[in-house]
């Protein structure tokens, strides 16, 4: 019985341990439960407070906020005039919605809000679940927007563009209550009228300006396709505007068509015609002022550019600032010069005859320029494109200056060439030899201006001051190799492409790429200030209406040359303007100039770019068609219009200047050096048959020549047959004369090149049987083969692509020949 109680009280307290066990475990969770549960009101409590501090800050609704005008914005020139007013007003024409055709209205909920009549929240909930997870499965890129109509007029109306949470809360709190205060009609027009329709070539905010931007007809004359047009802008007006992408614009339309067909505002029928339809543009460029157009176009576009930028905020809100944000923009621009520039470019004798496409239409020749102050980087005149009936009251035509870019012939050789070489321990006394060359990795043979003229060894000064384009292309291709043509090319501020860094065309002789006056003028600007490339500013600094300043600009700079090699540069740059030069139609009267002519294949383009002491500029001419500038046989070349007008302008903007000259920087020392090898002079290089070979040059201290001349040689010759003497030769015809002897030259090079007859004789005197030396092979010119003959080309023949230069063939020779017959030479592969 007592062993039965035992078991009875020892199970009581085994069921007690477990009760016991099992309370705390409760009182665990409970605890974990209750915690959770604190948290959760903790961090409730915490996001709660925020937002309704958020929420107290939230600014009220009003219908003034709705529907005020912006105001205007001022440009001012560099010396504070008043140069333009930048409506944004004029830009907005505001109709009641019973004149806003229903297709229109309902193009845009369509495409923008589905459910804007249904949803009266102000946001919508189900958009942006759906907006999230396609933004998910795109990998967290931005693929789909969530913002409603409301939220839309909400942002454009009365809040920033920042992308913040606070805006965006804000933002739904603001579309909460206009939703609560007006009626989806109200909502509507005021979202109709003010939404930007513009993109980057037409300044249109509302419906109406929109409808007579495109197609020159009142808001209320759309028709369904139309409509769906103007409706698809609004996602990205600077790709779907058709002033930007007619074709990007035709395909966004064609979506909002679809949408409305499957949302039930249009029938099959309608949807069938809608798309059938061929859209008759008429696009029509809003104006503020004609003055100075160019100029301010540029204007706004870096101003919208920066605005985006520091503000953090899209192009087009940027835009929308700009024209109704009430802003004080300074620009660099000299009234002075921009007048005179302008003064000349309506002026058609300074500029080539009309031409024809192959249509039989007639085409203007047009024209570009660009003036900077090279030392500040502040641009002061700008004018994009000759005037015509057509472009007369657009701003937003096409601008040559600043946009787009055409070749730019020779003028790219101070850029990609000497620059460079010079940079590269090359001189201005360095020879290269201009003989006909094959380049086999690019079946290629590049040819000069003067297709059957190759001048022999010459200087890197004469071959620039003249434009030979074989010695360009060999420096680049044997010397300095592409890769060091295209580094400089991106240091001096030009878009060198992959394509461009492979052509040796192209960065040799400036054949493709795409080069724009403004990038010209700034690249000869670093050359002209010592060697540090300022980037070009067409404003300094933008204000609020109340002077609060919002922007400052300031140019970036960086060292492309040494200011040695930049003076050099320079100073072989002057000799493209003096007598013999291809620019001597740029020579001022009353001011030095260094610069550089241009003439693209086909004479579709001409430039003429040049710096003063005081200014650099870019001058660049041609259809933009690709048609040939030619007349009576003869094509128009850099040195011809471009040159004049260049001149034409420069005279006028430095008539009132004092007189200047280059600065020469220290470490420029000056050596006589023969000009045959670019080396210190022998009594041989006097006594040339041609006269005096040597001539004073500039070098940076440490680059001159410390070894002397072996291109020039003595040789006997036969005094009747001008051939080598040997030992057999009648001593009374036995004659010393001086001969020169290009290192590398091939007898087919030889024959064609104008010093050729000043070359040692390679033949032996046949008078009687030449000696035999089995130690030097084969008979001269029995290993030497022609290089491909000339099959015609302009100053700047087309390349191909290629990254492998061919090897450097090695440009002097360190003995001269013996009597003996010269060993073979095989021809550049």
């Not at 024209?323 to 300074?350: H, P």
């Not at 140019?555 to 000799?575: F, G, K, R």
Request: charged share 20%.
């Amino acid at each position: 019985m007592d062993n039965n109680a035992n078991l009875k009280r020892s199970e009581r307290r085994k069921q007690k341990d477990k009760t016991k066990k099992k309370s705390v475990a409760k009182n665990i969770i409970k605890f974990v439960i209750y915690t959770f549960i604190i948290l959760i009101f903790a961090a409730a409590g915490v996001i709660g407070a925020k937002v309704w501090t958020i929420i107290k800050d939230t600014p009220e609704i009003s219908e003034e906020a709705l529907t005020k005008q912006a105001q205007s914005s001022i440009v001012y020139a560099d010396n504070g005039e008043e140069v333009a007013t930048l409506f944004g007003a004029s830009n907005r024409i505001w109709v009641p919605l019973d004149q806003i055709p229903k297709d229109l209205q309902n193009a845009f909920v369509a495409i923008e809000d589905q459910r804007f009549y249904q949803n009266n929240l102000g946001i919508d909930p189900k958009r942006i679940i759906g907006a999230l997870i396609a933004n998910i499965k795109a990998g967290g890129k931005p693929v789909e927007g969530a913002s409603t109509i409301t939220q839309q007029l909400v942002k454009n109306t009365m809040l920033s563009s920042e992308k913040t949470l606070s805006r965006k809360i804000k933002e739904a709190i603001l579309a909460w209550r206009l939703e609560q205060k007006y009626s989806k009609e109200q909502i509507l027009e005021a979202y109709l009228n003010t939404i930007y329709l513009g993109g980057p070539n037409v300044n249109a905010y509302g419906v109406e300006a929109a409808a007579r931007a495109y197609f020159n007809k009142h808001v209320n004359e759309l028709d369904l396709a139309e409509s769906a047009l103007i409706a698809g802008i609004t996602k990205n007006p600077s790709l779907y505007s058709p002033a930007a992408n007619k074709e990007a614009a035709i395909e966004r339309q064609r979506l909002v068509l679809k949408e409305m067909l499957k949302q039930g505002y249009i029938t099959q029928e309608q949807y069938d015609e809608a798309i059938n339809e061929k859209l008759e543009f008429d696009i029509h460029y809003s104006v503020v002022s004609d003055k100075h157009k160019y100029f301010i176009d540029q204007v706004k576009e870096d101003v919208a550019n920066a605005l985006s930028q520091k503000l953090n905020i899209s192009y087009e809100e940027a835009m929308n600032k700009i024209f109704n944000g009430g802003l004080r923009i300074y620009t660099t621009m000299d009234v002075n010069i921009q007048n005179i520039m302008e003064e000349a470019f309506k002026n058609s004798k300074l500029f080539p005859a009309d031409l024809k496409d192959k249509e039989g239409n007639i085409r203007i020749v047009q024209g570009a320029m660009v003036v900077m102050d090279w030392r500040t980087g502040e641009v002061k005149g700008i004018v994009g494109r000759r005037e015509t009936d057509e472009t007369q009251g657009k701003v937003r035509v096409f601008n040559y200056a600043t946009t787009g870019g055409r070749p730019p012939g020779s003028s790219i050789k101070p850029i990609t060439v000497y620059g460079p070489a010079l940079e590269k321990g090359y001189t201005a006394a360095t020879v290269v030899d201009d003989v006909p060359v094959y380049y086999k990795q690019w079946n290629w043979e590049p040819h000069n201006y003067s297709r059957n003229t190759y001048k022999g060894l010459m200087t890197f000064r004469e071959a620039l001051k003249v434009s030979q384009n074989i010695p360009a292309v060999r420096i680049v291709v044997e010397m300095i190799g592409l890769n060091t043509a295209a580094e400089y090319g991106k240091k001096f501020g030009l878009d060198i492409t992959e394509r461009i860094e492979k052509s040796p065309a192209a960065l040799s002789l400036g054949a493709g790429g795409e080069v724009t006056p403004l990038q010209m003028a700034a690249a000869y600007g670093a050359i002209a200030n010592g060697g540090v490339y300022t980037s070009p500013i067409t404003f300094t600094k933008v204000t609020d209406s109340e002077g609060n300043v919002i922007l400052e600009n300031k140019p970036s700079q960086h060292i492309v040359l040494s200011p040695q090699n930049a003076y050099i540069l320079t100073n072989m740059m002057q000799e493209v303007v003096k007598p013999g030069g291809t620019g001597t139609n740029a020579r001022l009267p009353n001011m030095p100039v260094a610069g550089k002519t241009g003439t693209n294949e086909n004479y579709y383009d001409a430039w003429f770019a040049g710096f003063t002491p005081y200014y650099s500029a870019s001058v660049w001419m041609g259809t933009g068609e690709n048609i040939a500038m030619i007349y009576g046989g003869k094509g128009v070349t850099g040195g011809s219009y471009p040159a004049i007008f260049w001149k034409t302008v420069m005279m006028q903007i430095h008539k009132n200047l004092p007189y200047k000259d280059f600065v020469r920087p220290p470490g420029i020392i000056s050596v006589t050096v023969c000009r045959d090898s670019g080396e210190l002079p022998t009594d041989l290089c006097h006594l040339d048959p041609r006269g005096d070979r040597t001539y004073t040059e500039i070098f940076a201290q440490g680059t001159q020549p410390t070894t002397y001349c072996t291109v020039h040689v003595t040789a006997k010759i036969n005094s009747q047959n001008g051939k080598l003497a040997t030992d057999l030769t009648p001593p009374d015809l036995v004659k010393d004369a001086v001969f020169i002897d290009p290192p590398g030259r091939t007898p087919a090079q030889n024959a064609v090149a104008l010093d050729g007859k000043y070359v040692v004789p390679k033949e032996y005197d046949d008078t009687v049987p030449p000696p035999q030396n089995s130690d030097n092979g084969d008979a001269p010119g029995d290993n030497t083969q022609p290089p491909p003959a000339n099959n015609g080309g302009t100053e700047q023949p087309p390349g191909g692509e290629t990254t492998n230069p061919p090897p450097n063939n090695g440009n002097s020779q360190t003995s001269p020949p013996s009597n003996n017959p010269p060993s073979t030479t095989n021809p550049i592969p």
